[in-house]
């Protein structure tokens, strides 16, 4: 069983860049897709990103594409997304998850504590 730990939030003014981590642990993530999530305040959990499992296709969402990129280093067992052109919009806690489907946006059920993001105006 694979357990994830997000880091790298914090607070950040608009236009400007964060990058988060997602540590596994339990088992090597060369196994599977990976993917980031977001919940904002009275909003449901919604897909982020995705990055497949060995040839590094990516996928994601409309309101991200062109500033949110998702890596993985599968030799260190993380993933990454780095954000630039940070907007208020963005502001959520982020949560990464295993993924599965061809779309690689159905996530598994179980959730880490996420790692908040707040960008400010």
């Known amino acids: 069983q694979v357990q994830l730990v997000e880091s790298g939030g914090g607070l950040v003014q608009v236009g400007g860049s964060l990058r988060l981590s997602c540590a596994a642990s339990?088992?090597?993530?060369?196994?599977?897709?990976v993917g980031w999530f977001r919940q904002a305040p009275g909003k449901a959990r919604e897909f982020v990103a995705a990055i497949s499992r060995i040839e590094g296709r990516t996928n994601y969402a409309d309101s991200v594409k062109g500033r949110f990129t998702i890596s993985r280093d599968n030799a260190k067992n993380t993933i990454s997304l780095q954000m630039n052109s940070l907007k208020p919009e963005d502001t959520a806690v982020y949560y990464c998850?295993?993924?599965?489907?061809?779309?690689?946006?159905?996530?598994?059920?179980?959730w880490g504590q996420g790692t908040q993001v707040t960008v400010s105006s």
């Open positions: 998850n295993l993924v599965y489907g061809s779309t690689m946006t159905s996530p598994l059920d179980s």
């Open positions: 339990g088992q090597s993530i060369s196994y599977y897709a």
